[in-house]
């Protein structure tokens, strides 16, 4: 009898018998600081997900008890529609921010572009700045070279957001897995093989690792600019880095958590120990559709000391193959990472 199995068939029930707690609402006002309203507006995994209506998103919100969102998705073309449905609607309860239009980097002169571009837009009633990897990965300078993180020329774009008091959400790089290659040594070569278009490894990229010392250069020399540094500081899988190399020494940067209590729930104990050294550094935030059933994990994972449970739905591309803990936070440190922590950043949010 043959006895392999292909990994795509594997797919072991635990028999454990445990305590389970699933809350539905956090236990204290939260604020989400780490969404998408126009990316996770349509959604074609699930159509019940999509997102019909502001006052349908201030439904959820209540229902979940959260008291604020922080919109990503403030790209040119949508920054006033934004705005005006979401954060002048609902005062107190939707802060946006500014996406740049990074094509101009192909036209000399383009550091005073972007600048102006983001000064138009916290005139306009934009809360910060939104960066996303494509810098360092994919944006290009007007001789067709990768723009590094730590790009001198940025100086003036992150000065416009430090003299506003506008806080920068900034994602560099990627898991560490996109950046190695894709052979059976990969943890995360479930989704990889869904998602090929995902991986970061071959001498044409810049290396992970290359990326995590660019992102140290910029929140280093940019001191004056606050700096939300999505992901767990993008580098989840090393909290001993996250909180040596990225916390520690530069007072200006904030983490979030969006999309890693895979990461965070794998390791529990280190993790809740990095939580609570790092209480006041800390914000909440999913990056996932909001109508979608993400919340109830994030607050098992953040509330209880539960065992080895999913990291989330089974929505395929699904990350890595393992399950996870909670961390069990105390009521003062949940406080501070579900809401506290995001006003400093958002003040708008206090309303
Ligand atoms: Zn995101």
Redesign the pocket.
């Known amino acids: 009898m043959d006895r392999s199995l292909p990994l795509s068939q594997f797919e072991p029930q635990s028999q454990l018998v445990l305590p389970e707690h699933r809350p539905e609402r956090a236990r204290f006002p939260a604020i989400d600081a780490?969404n998408?309203l126009a990316?996770h507006a349509e959604d074609a995994y699930d159509p019940a997900w999509t997102l019909q209506s502001p006052q349908q998103l201030i439904d959820m919100m209540d229902r979940r008890n959260l008291r604020g969102l922080v919109d990503?998705d403030g790209r040119p073309e949508r920054l006033r529609s934004a705005l005006t449905s979401y954060k002048e609607a609902h005062r107190g309860r939707m802060a946006v921010l500014a996406v740049l239009d990074w094509s101009v980097c192909a036209e000399p002169g383009w550091p005073a572009v972007l600048a102006e571009q983001l000064a138009s837009a916290l005139a306009l009633g934009a809360d910060g700045l939104k960066v996303s990897k494509g810098l360092g990965l994919r944006h290009r300078d007007e001789h067709g070279r990768l723009i590094p993180v730590d790009d001198p020329r940025l100086g003036e774009l992150w000065a416009v957001a430090a003299d506003a008091g506008a806080t920068v959400l900034i994602?560099t790089a990627d898991p560490v897995a996109f950046f190695r290659p894709l052979d059976r040594f990969n943890e995360r070569w479930d989704e990889l093989h869904l998602r090929p278009e995902w991986s970061w490894y071959g001498p044409q990229f810049p290396t992970f690792e290359s990326l995590m010392d660019q992102l140290i250069g910029l929140v280093g020399t940019n001191a004056r600019t606050v700096f939300q540094v999505?992901h767990v500081g993008s580098y989840a899988e090393n909290l001993a880095w996250v909180a040596d190399q990225l916390l520690t020494p530069h007072p200006n940067v904030y983490v979030d958590i969006?999309?890693r209590i895979a990461e965070l729930g794998r390791q529990p104990h280190f993790a809740r120990r990095f939580l609570i050294d790092f209480q006041d550094r800390v914000v909440f935030g999913t990056?996932r559709p909001p109508l979608g059933p993400w919340y109830p994990y994030y607050f098992r994972f953040l509330e209880t000391f539960d065992d080895y449970f999913p990291h989330g739905p089974e929505v395929p591309p699904r990350q890595g193959r393992w399950n996870i803990s909670g961390v069990g936070l105390p009521d003062d440190v949940l406080a501070k990472l579900y809401r506290d922590n995001a006003l400093k950043l958002y003040p708008s949010l206090n309303g």
Do not use: C, P, R, T
């Open positions: 780490h998408h990316l990503l994602h999505a969006s999309e990056d």
